[in-house]
């Protein structure tokens, strides 16, 4: 049953929609006061700011859509793969603090660690948004710039 058919029937009396199929459909804001969704199929449907006093919902079936799970996973799969990228490339760069050989790379290694540590610091106090901030904004003047961590 499509939102607008169902606000339809509200509007004139109907409170009963029992066994309905309402996936994925959107109730952001309306008045469904006193509602029977008993065994709906809810799954996916927005009810943000929705008013619901009295509405019953016993054995809905509710939850996210099986395509939104997929995604959810598959951008989870993605980030891990990311951390665990940026981890090994860090681990690298902080590894190398250790060759005696090359004062570079130490240089490098200690920059990397310093970097790594502002990040968990501004991370852990002001979000990790802002965290993701400070490594972009350090990204952007490195990036461009390889002489500061090469210099001729």
């Given at each position: ?12 009396g109907?409170?009963?929609?029992s ?19 008993r065994?709906?199929?809810?799954r ?37 793969s ?11 760069f ?25 990040f ?33």
């Amino acid at each position: 049953m499509k939102a607008s058919e169902l606000i339809k029937r509200y509007n004139e009396g109907e409170r009963n929609f029992s066994g309905k199929c309402l996936r994925g459909q959107n109730f952001a804001g309306k008045d469904l006061s006193g509602s029977i969704f008993r065994g709906c199929d809810i799954r996916g449907t927005n009810f943000t700011g929705a008013t619901l006093i009295e509405t019953n919902f016993s054995q809905a079936k509710a939850g996210l859509q099986k395509r939104w799970m997929i995604g959810l996973l598959l951008a989870a799969l993605l980030l891990s793969s990311l951390s665990s990228f940026s981890n090994a490339v860090i681990s690298y760069f902080v590894a190398s603090i250790l060759d005696n050989s090359n004062v570079q790379n130490q240089v490098n290694g200690s920059l990397s660690l310093g970097v790594l540590l502002i990040f968990c610091k501004i991370s852990y106090s002001k979000g990790l948004g802002k965290g993701i901030g400070a490594i972009a904004f350090a990204t952007a003047i490195v990036i461009p710039n390889p002489l500061l961590l090469y210099p001729l």
